[in-house]
């Protein structure tokens, strides 16, 4: 046996419901867009400013470290044969500053003027980042005076004798100390031998 089916259309009031709920559907879906859309975009503005923030005062952290912290620190001999220290600092210096002045300390609290460094006028073309060179006392008496580490700071002088802040720090630790020494004696004993 044989069943035709029939073509059944759904009645008018029941087109109208199917309607009413895709409508409805639609304008849920439209809402949850619009607030999805919404919800992204300030979480991706509040993410940039974010990171954004967090990059510059990366750069703002590195570039005040690397303008008050660069140091290094060397060795060179005398005319006697005596090995001496030397300090090398990049500091920024004010229009005013007519000398610098370098002291040292063992514990970070005590401070004792070394040396005192004049400035030149013409020196002074650019005021951030200006280099310093200072030679410290020999090695001997450097290492005999500390016990763990020492610390210098550059303070600069106007004319008037008035000191303002630190421009420059550095520090070093004895063992340090003594690996310049060592290699400085390695370098003098090969010069000396292949002349």
């Not at 802040?165 to 003098?188: F, M, R, T």
Request: charged fraction near 25%; include cysteine.
């Amino acid at each position: 046996m044989y069943i035709q089916k029939e073509n059944i259309q759904p009645s008018i009031d029941q087109t109208e419901i199917i309607r009413a709920h895709k409508n409805d559907g639609l304008k849920m879906i439209e809402k949850n867009n619009t607030k999805s859309y919404w919800i992204t975009c300030i979480t991706l503005l509040l993410a940039g400013n974010f990171y954004s923030i967090q990059a510059q005062n990366k750069a703002r952290k590195y570039q005040s470290a690397y303008n008050r912290s660069y140091q290094e620190f060397d060795t060179v001999q005398d005319y006697q044969g005596q090995t001496h220290f030397v300090l090398h600092l990049l500091v920024s210096l004010d229009k005013t500053t007519t000398q610098v002045i370098l002291s040292q300390s063992i514990d970070g609290k005590k401070w004792e003027n070394i040396k005192t460094q004049r400035i030149q006028k013409g020196y002074k073309a650019s005021l951030q980042n200006v280099p310093l060179t200072f030679e410290l006392s020999t090695t001997k008496e450097l290492l005999k005076n500390i016990n763990k580490q020492v610390y210098f700071r550059v303070t600069p002088s106007n004319q008037k004798g008035e000191k303002s802040q630190a421009c420059g720090v550095a520090q070093i630790s004895k063992q340090k100390l003594l690996k310049l020494q060592e290699d400085a004696n390695a370098a003098n004993h090969l010069a000396k031998r292949h002349k």
